[in-house]
């Protein structure tokens, strides 16, 4: 199994630009969680989704970002525009309904200059 | 609502001595309970779960928990740290029911000392 796999790894975009990050959750898992790491706020929960529909996305931070997952091994997610405050690790995880045991992808550093 | 809290942002111990890292949680009910590790550059790894029976479960890379209901805690523990544990290590509360959302703690930093 190659697990939780993310693109790209790493981003570096100017304040203004659209920033587009990938997750390919593992195979057979119906549950995507998107996450922000930094070190002022932690690891927080932007987005979830089951069955390839949106749950909660309560800890999306604005209107500036969204998230979609057009079928089951695939999910994005979107900031634009883009501000420097979004430079974060953004990390993809994914599970099998009924588990609630969560596997993480490697996560995408994002810089915006 | 749920939270956790992790109360040592830094710990610091010397190779081969034993390791216990807090964890307290607040939820209304039996939790189901994580312990991850986040080397420098990588993902979260699980260590190791509670969600019911023995309250003393055992992960990997030699790693236990304990689950004390009375206080809270979750805390995790190692008999003998070895310098590749050092890393920073999350505690994760989930709900039991569909949402299969987790809360994480702010994390511990682990340095070990040769």
């Known amino acids: 199994d190659a697990g939780v796999i993310q693109s790209p790894r790493h981003e570096v975009t100017e304040m203004g630009q659209e920033v587009t990050l990938r997750c390919k959750p593992i195979?057979?898992?119906?549950?995507l969680f998107w996450y922000r790491q930094t070190m002022m706020r932690g690891l927080e929960l932007l987005i979830y989704?089951?069955?390839?529909?949106?749950?909660?996305d309560s800890g999306m931070p604005e209107d500036r970002f969204s998230a979609k997952m057009p079928n089951a091994s695939f999910s994005t997610l979107k900031i634009q525009p883009s501000e420097p405050r979004d430079s974060a690790v953004y990390f993809c995880?994914?599970?099998?309904?009924?588990?609630?045991?969560?596997?993480f992808g490697p996560g995408t550093r994002l810089t915006v200059l | 609502a749920q939270s956790v809290t992790q109360p040592d942002i830094h710990i610091t111990v010397s190779e081969g001595a034993s390791l216990e890292l807090r964890c307290n949680y607040s939820y209304g009910a039996t939790p189901y309970l994580f312990w991850y590790v986040q080397s420098p550059g990588q993902g979260l790894q699980l260590l190791l779960k509670?969600?019911?029976?023995?309250?003393l479960v055992q992960g990997i890379k030699g790693f236990e928990a304990e689950f004390k209901r009375s206080q809270s805690s979750f805390n995790l523990r190692k008999p003998s740290v070895h310098w590749s544990d050092a890393a920073e290590y999350f505690c994760?509360?989930?709900?039991?029911?569909?949402?299969?959302?987790?809360?994480f703690g702010s994390g511990t930093r682990l340095l070990v000392r040769p």
């Open positions: 195979s057979g898992h119906n549950s």
């Open positions: 509670y969600f019911s029976g023995d309250t």
């Open positions: 989704f089951n069955n390839n529909v949106p749950i909660d």
């Open positions: 994760a509360v989930g709900r039991m029911d569909s949402s299969y959302k987790l809360i």
């Open positions: 995880a994914s599970t099998r309904l009924g588990s609630n045991e969560q596997f």
